[in-house]
């Protein structure tokens, strides 16, 4: 694991890869502002049926809809950022592959974004299903001061490694692998969650993770354990 992460990090500088950090990062951008765009006219319309002109409110409903856009930011940027990333992971783990791994790189099968685009709203979808099961459960847990926390990181870390495992298992099926343990990927997706939560180094998580996947995938493909 520890060995994935570093050669991870050795590989940031490579042109493909900070492409594909751009585009991620300008998509999961947009879902944002465009978030933020949807709650500023929803308070307007709301403050406008409880009170004056528009012009009244102006300034708490963009104030209101900054904050919410922030905070929706800073707890969903996980979700959102991973999401987006399968459109990319093609780009991460080939380019990966071609570096450490050329003989699986020329026999891997080229994702099409139709499949791509289907498995970002799984991976999506999943993740709202789980963090809404999670919710009532965070709320009992408030009063502990971390159990609310340790839980929602709990359940996105499985949610990654599975999302980041599959990412990469979709480019080698003829490999008939099985899914890497659940304990390997427990711990991938909480590297990636611990790594999301820090200020600046949450913008280059989701493309270490990947390239972490695809070392650990390349590691079990080559009987090493995983």
Do not use: C
Request: aromatic fraction near 12%; glycine fraction near 8%.
């Amino acid at each position: 694991m520890l060995n994935a992460f570093f050669k991870s990090l050795g590989q940031l500088g490579d042109r493909t890869i900070l492409g594909a950090l751009f585009w991620t990062i300008l998509f999961a951008v947009l879902i944002f502002v465009a978030t933020g765009w949807a709650l500023w006219q929803g308070l307007a319309w709301a403050m406008a049926q409880y009170g004056g002109p528009l012009s009244d409110y102006a300034a708490w409903t963009g104030l209101l809809a900054a904050v919410a856009t922030i905070i929706a930011f800073w707890f969903w940027w996980r979700v959102v950022a991973i999401a987006v990333l399968q459109l990319f992971a093609d780009r991460i783990v080939i380019a990966v592959e071609r570096r450490h791994y050329p003989g699986a790189a020329a026999s891997a099968r080229d994702l099409p974004i139709g499949p791509s685009i289907a498995m970002a709203l799984r991976s999506l979808m999943r993740a709202l299903l789980y963090n809404a099961i999670a919710l009532p459960f965070a709320l009992i847990l408030l009063f502990t001061g971390v159990g609310a926390p340790m839980l929602f990181l709990a359940v996105n870390a499985v949610l990654v490694g599975r999302d980041l495992d599959e990412m990469v298992a979709a480019r080698h099926p003829h490999l008939g692998l099985e899914p890497t343990s659940r304990t390997s990927r427990f711990i991938l997706g909480l590297i990636a969650n611990l790594l999301l939560l820090l200020p600046l180094v949450n913008l280059l998580a989701p493309i270490i993770a990947a390239a972490m996947a695809t070392h650990l995938f390349h590691q079990r493909a080559a009987g090493g354990k995983a």
